[in-house]
C-alpha cells in the first residue's frame, strides 16, 4: 500500500496572510488524518513564508500518522529534528530563497555531508528520506550515505505526463528499479495530482509514500478536504 502524506505548507501560507491562527493548521492537520490522510507533510523555511519552526513542535506533539519534515540540512533544521524526532526527515537541497523544491540531490558531490548528516539523523531515531532526481548515477551514492529512502522528484514526470505519459515516466521505472535492488525505500513527490497519480503508482506499485500538497489543498477548494483527501487515496489503490 502507498501511503498518502498532506503537505499542509499551503495551509500555512492563507494562515499567515492575515497574521491570526485562521486557519489553525494543527486543527487541519488533525482534520486531514480524520479523512483519510495517512501521513503528515511539513516543509518549513528559513523564512517561515509558510510553516514556521513553532508549527512543527506544535504538531509533533499530536500527529499520531507519520510525520514527516522536509528541509535543507542547516544547523536550525537539523535542531528541529532533534527536538521533534518525527517518523521522518525528508533532506531537500533548498537554498534559502527557493520557491519550492527544484531539484534533487547530487549525491555524488554531497555524499560526504550527506552520510554524516544521515548517521546523525538515524542516531535520533528518525527514518531518512533523500530528494533525489530520476537518474541512475544517483542511486549508489545515496545507499552509501546510509539513507533508508529516497524520494523521486517527480515534476518532470508531472510536467511531460500529458504529452506523452509513457515516456514521462520511464525514467521513474528505471530508477525506482535500482533502488529496489539498492534496497532504498521509494517516496515520490512535487506536482503530483488527480491526473497523474494513479498512472505513477500503476507503473511504480512498490511506492511507499507520496507527499502532495499544492495540488490536493488546491483541489479541496472546489471539492472540499474531506473528500479531496479521499479522492487521493482512492488514486493510489485504482
Given at each position: ?147 533508508d529512502r ?14 506523452d505519459r ?73
Open positions: 500500500m502507498t501511503k498518502l502524506s498532506v503537505n499542509i505548507n499551503k495551509i500555512a501560507t492563507l494562515r499567515n496572510a492575515r497574521g491570526a491562527n485562521n486557519p489553525n493548521v494543527v486543527k487541519v492537520a488533525l482534520d486531514c488524518e480524520r479523512f483519510g490522510a495517512q501521513g503528515i507533510t511539513v516543509h518549513p523555511r528559513p523564512d517561515e513564508r509558510h510553516i514556521r519552526y513553532q508549527d512543527a513542535v506544535d504538531l509533533a506533539k499530536v500527529v499520531t500518522t507519520e510525520f514527516n519534515i522536509e528541509g535543507y540540512p542547516d544547523q536550525r533544521f537539523m535542531q528541529l529534528i532533534r527536538e521533534v524526532k518525527p517518523a521522518q526527515a525528508t533532506l531537500v537541497p533548498d537554498p534559502p530563497n527557493a520557491i519550492t523544491s527544484n531539484t534533487g540531490w547530487d549525491t555524488i558531490a554531497h555524499q560526504s555531508m550527506l552520510k554524516d548528516i544521515v548517521a546523525e539523523l538515524k542516531e535520533i531515531g528518525t527514518r531518512v528520506s533523500i530528494f533525489i532526481n530520476p537518474e541512475a548515477k544517483y542511486f549508489e551514492p545515496a545507499r552509501l550515505t546510509g539513507t529516497v524520494e523521486l522528484y517527480t515534476e518532470p514526470y508531472a510536467s511531460h505526463y500529458h504529452q509513457e515516456k514521462a515516466v520511464k525514467p521513474y521505472l528505471d530508477v525506482a528499479h535500482i533502488a529496489r535492488e539498492l534496497g532504498l525505500g521509494l517516496n515520490a513527490g512535487h506536482d503530483l495530482d488527480l491526473h497523474n497519480l494513479a498512472y505513477l503508482k500503476q507503473q511504480i506499485p512498490f511506492l511507499e509514500e507520496v507527499s502532495i500538497g499544492h495540488a490536493l489543498i488546491c483541489d479541496a477548494l472546489y471539492y472540499g478536504l474531506e473528500n479531496t483527501i479521499q479522492m487521493y487515496r482512492r488514486q493510489l489503490e485504482i
